[in-house]
């Protein structure tokens, strides 16, 4: 019985190594290509395992990407929750989430266009839409505090994070994009991004 147990966790911890790996690799050549770099082929040869290795783990290239894609998005969530976490009022700690998200963002360009642009099939598309409405939930909650703490102007918290969230998300396709010209500062771009959301809110 002890050692059916043991030879059971042995593989389950080497079934985990896999899938990390497989996620990791999926991840580097996201960052590398975006989703056209990103095969089954090249996927598993960078990860270090054999082609069909894929699909124990995922039940299609799409369920693994959707796990890309949460993994990534979690991770940003807990950096934007340590963001707001700082000491000061509504409009101080918007400023820290915008500083926090524009500045990873632009730190991994083509990362995060895959992530958040690139055509993508409709499993990962409903994952970026699901963590959208977490961000502007929580975006809008942190409003919520600044208008009954008397430090926003009276206002609807969702309508406003909402367009908060679509005006950052465009404001960066420029930045962002691949194909896009001259380099631009990243310090100006959180900056300039920074004033509009503190005009947005009436700050």
């Known amino acids: 019985m002890s050692s059916t147990r043991s030879k059971t966790s042995k593989r389950s911890s080497r079934g985990d190594r896999t899938r990390e790996r497989l996620l990791n690799a999926a991840v580097e050549l996201l960052e590398e290509g975006g989703y056209a770099a990103a095969s089954v082929a090249a996927i598993t040869e960078r990860g270090g395992v054999a082609a ?4 124990r783990h995922f039940p299609s290239k799409a369920e693994l990407f ?34 926090e998200f524009t500045s990873s963002s632009l730190s991994q360009p083509r990362l ?53 969230i679509g005006a950052i998300s465009e404001a960066l396709v420029g930045p962002l994009s691949p194909v896009r010209g001259e380099r631009v500062s990243t310090e100006k771009t959180i900056v300039a991004i920074s004033v509009f959301c503190r005009r947005a809110v009436g700050a």
């Open 66 to 99: 959707v796990e890309v894609f949460r993994t990534m998005a979690e991770s940003k969530l807990g950096h934007l929750r340590e963001a707001s976490a700082v000491p000061g009022t509504a409009v101080d700690k918007l400023d820290a989430i915008v500083r």
């Open 112 to 164: 995060a266009w895959a992530l958040g642009y690139e055509p993508v099939d409709p499993l990962v598309d409903a994952e970026r839409l699901a963590y959208r409405q977490t961000y502007r939930e929580r975006l809008a909650e942190l409003l919520r505090r600044g208008i009954e703490a008397g430090e926003l102007p009276e206002q609807d918290a969702e309508l406003t994070a909402a367009s908060l």
């Open 52 to 55: 069909g290795a894929l699909y």
